[in-house]
Protein backbone atom coordinates (compact mmCIF):
# COMPACT_ATOMS: atom_id res chain seq x y z
CA UNK A 1 0.00 0.00 0.00
CA UNK A 2 2.78 2.56 0.84
CA UNK A 3 4.84 1.77 -2.28
CA UNK A 4 1.50 2.60 -4.48
CA UNK A 5 0.22 5.14 -1.96
CA UNK A 6 -3.32 3.36 -2.40
CA UNK A 7 -5.22 1.46 -0.30
CA UNK A 8 -7.91 1.24 2.74
CA UNK A 9 -7.83 -0.10 6.00
CA UNK A 10 -11.42 -1.03 7.34
CA UNK A 11 -11.42 -2.50 10.93
CA UNK A 12 -15.33 -3.61 12.12
CA UNK A 13 -15.44 -2.67 15.90
CA UNK A 14 -19.13 -2.87 17.07
CA UNK A 15 -19.99 -0.98 20.06
CA UNK A 16 -18.15 -2.94 22.69
CA UNK A 17 -15.74 -0.13 20.83
CA UNK A 18 -17.53 3.40 22.47
CA UNK A 19 -18.96 1.29 25.94
CA UNK A 20 -18.36 -1.30 28.18
CA UNK A 21 -20.44 -4.33 28.83
CA UNK A 22 -20.37 -6.23 31.70
CA UNK A 23 -18.79 -9.73 30.84
CA UNK A 24 -17.41 -8.66 27.97
CA UNK A 25 -14.37 -6.84 29.42
CA UNK A 26 -11.72 -8.70 26.85
CA UNK A 27 -13.55 -7.80 23.95
CA UNK A 28 -14.69 -4.34 24.85
CA UNK A 29 -10.56 -3.68 25.99
CA UNK A 30 -9.84 -5.38 22.54
CA UNK A 31 -12.06 -3.37 20.76
CA UNK A 32 -10.99 -0.03 22.39
CA UNK A 33 -7.22 -0.54 21.78
CA UNK A 34 -8.30 -1.17 17.99
CA UNK A 35 -10.09 2.32 17.86
CA UNK A 36 -7.01 3.91 19.21
CA UNK A 37 -4.55 1.64 16.80
CA UNK A 38 -6.79 3.10 13.72
CA UNK A 39 -6.11 6.54 14.85
CA UNK A 40 -2.41 6.19 15.08
CA UNK A 41 -2.25 4.67 11.89
CA UNK A 42 -4.58 7.41 10.46
CA UNK A 43 -2.28 10.08 11.48
CA UNK A 44 0.88 7.97 10.52
CA UNK A 45 -0.23 7.89 7.19
CA UNK A 46 -0.98 11.54 7.38
CA UNK A 47 2.19 12.61 8.67
CA UNK A 48 3.80 10.06 6.18
CA UNK A 49 2.36 11.67 3.47
CA UNK A 50 0.12 9.07 2.44
CA UNK A 51 -2.65 10.68 0.64
CA UNK A 52 -4.31 7.77 -1.10
CA UNK A 53 -4.40 5.59 2.12
CA UNK A 54 -7.44 5.74 3.84
CA UNK A 55 -8.61 3.93 7.14
CA UNK A 56 -12.43 3.59 8.23
CA UNK A 57 -13.60 2.11 11.57
CA UNK A 58 -16.97 0.46 11.47
CA UNK A 59 -19.21 0.61 14.16
CA UNK A 60 -21.96 -1.39 13.63
CA UNK A 61 -25.03 -2.88 15.41
CA UNK A 62 -23.94 -6.07 16.45
CA UNK A 63 -22.99 -9.27 14.69
CA UNK A 64 -23.47 -12.69 15.35
CA UNK A 65 -20.24 -14.13 15.47
CA UNK A 66 -18.65 -16.96 17.10
CA UNK A 67 -17.27 -15.32 19.69
CA UNK A 68 -20.65 -13.28 20.90
CA UNK A 69 -22.00 -16.96 21.07
CA UNK A 70 -19.72 -18.13 23.49
CA UNK A 71 -20.41 -15.05 25.80
CA UNK A 72 -22.39 -15.16 28.71
CA UNK A 73 -24.61 -12.04 29.03
CA UNK A 74 -28.01 -10.93 29.90
CA UNK A 75 -28.06 -8.39 26.79
CA UNK A 76 -31.04 -8.93 24.50
CA UNK A 77 -31.00 -6.23 22.41
CA UNK A 78 -34.47 -5.46 20.61
CA UNK A 79 -33.12 -5.11 17.02
CA UNK A 80 -31.74 -8.65 15.97
CA UNK A 81 -28.18 -9.08 14.44
CA UNK A 82 -26.76 -7.89 11.30
CA UNK A 83 -25.88 -10.72 8.86
CA UNK A 84 -22.46 -10.60 8.21
CA UNK A 85 -23.36 -10.54 4.49
CA UNK A 86 -25.58 -7.68 4.95
CA UNK A 87 -22.89 -5.66 7.11
CA UNK A 88 -19.55 -6.52 4.20
CA UNK A 89 -22.41 -5.18 1.74
CA UNK A 90 -22.97 -2.23 3.08
CA UNK A 91 -19.42 -1.68 4.54
CA UNK A 92 -18.29 -2.17 0.85
CA UNK A 93 -21.06 0.52 -0.62
CA UNK A 94 -20.13 3.14 1.66
CA UNK A 95 -16.44 3.01 0.85
CA UNK A 96 -16.85 2.99 -2.56
CA UNK A 97 -19.18 6.22 -2.81
CA UNK A 98 -17.02 8.07 -0.81
Same mark, same amino acid.
Given at each position: #? #??? &???????? /?? !?????? %?? &?? @? !???????? %???? #???? +??? /?? /???????????????????? %?? @??????????????? /? +?? !? !???? #?????? @?
Amino acid at each position: #M #MKR &NHGHIITV /LG !ATAVFG %LG &NF @S !AICTAKFG %LVGL #MESV +DHE /LT /LGGYEGIYTTSVVSHYLPTH %LL @SLSKTCFHPVIPPLT /L +DY !A !AKKI #MHAILV @S
